[in-house]
């Protein structure tokens, strides 16, 4: 596998993340997103091969036995995500960077494959009281999966403390400006 550079980006639901992702790819023209494989359903707009590679649950296995993921997990019930090797060596023959959004286990498990060319940042909501109601106003969950994603969020706050770098998304201009100098120090 020929390797360039990581960034490696885990956030709990709702913190914000994905618009930040986005902002931080369209300011920085040597980062490419990971599109991850995953077998939960698309949302309304999201696209296969653009948001995610989605997968019925055989296919997703199929790939586990051919050895073809860097890191897979089950991250919420059912439901799997993971981080195709194709996929980092497709943007590296590009000369870019991958940018890697995952979860925390995910970003700590990438860590330890690749020290040396990874750099891990956490994103924070201002507060647990901001990202449910961010999560609602998304208006993408049940009262269920809702729950389900504020727990894991509240879990995943305690593993902040294993990442690189921290940034608190309270205001979108500053967290992106901040990330953008994460990005910036690590890359050039
Ligand atoms: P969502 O369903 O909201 O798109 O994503 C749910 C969670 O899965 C997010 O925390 C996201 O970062 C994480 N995720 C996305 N892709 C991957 C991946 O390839 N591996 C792992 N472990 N988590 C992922």
Redesign the pocket.
């Known amino acids: 596998m020929a390797t360039g550079k990581l960034i490696v980006?885990?956030?709990?639901?709702g913190s914000g993340?994905?618009t930040l992702v986005k902002r931080l790819l369209e300011v920085c023209p040597h980062l490419s997103f990971?599109i991850?494989?995953?077998t939960?359903q698309p949302?309304p707009g999201e696209v296969h091969g653009k948001?995610?590679y989605f997968y019925s649950e055989d296919e997703f296995r199929a790939l586990i036995d051919k050895d073809a993921f860097v890191?897979?997990?089950m991250?919420?019930t059912g439901?799997y995500?993971?981080?195709l090797k194709s996929e980092l060596q497709r943007i590296w023959d590009t000369g870019h960077s991958p940018l890697?959004?995952?979860?925390?286990?995910?970003?700590l498990?990438i860590k330890k494959k690749f020290p040396d060319i990874a750099r891990t940042i956490f994103i924070e909501a201002p507060s647990v009281e901001e990202l449910r109601r961010r999560l609602k106003a998304r208006g993408t969950e049940t009262e269920e999966t809702l729950e389900e994603?504020v727990n894991?969020a509240v879990h995943e706050l305690r593993f902040a403390q294993y990442f690189e770098r921290i940034v608190i998304n309270e205001n979108l201009e500053e967290a992106t400006a901040e990330l953008l100098k994460v990005v910036e120090e690590f890359t050039r």
């Open positions: 980006i885990a956030a709990p639901s993340k994905t990971s991850s494989a995953c939960r949302r948001d995610y890191e897979w997990e991250v919420y439901k995500y993971g981080t890697i959004d995952i979860d925390v286990q995910g970003a498990a994603r894991k």
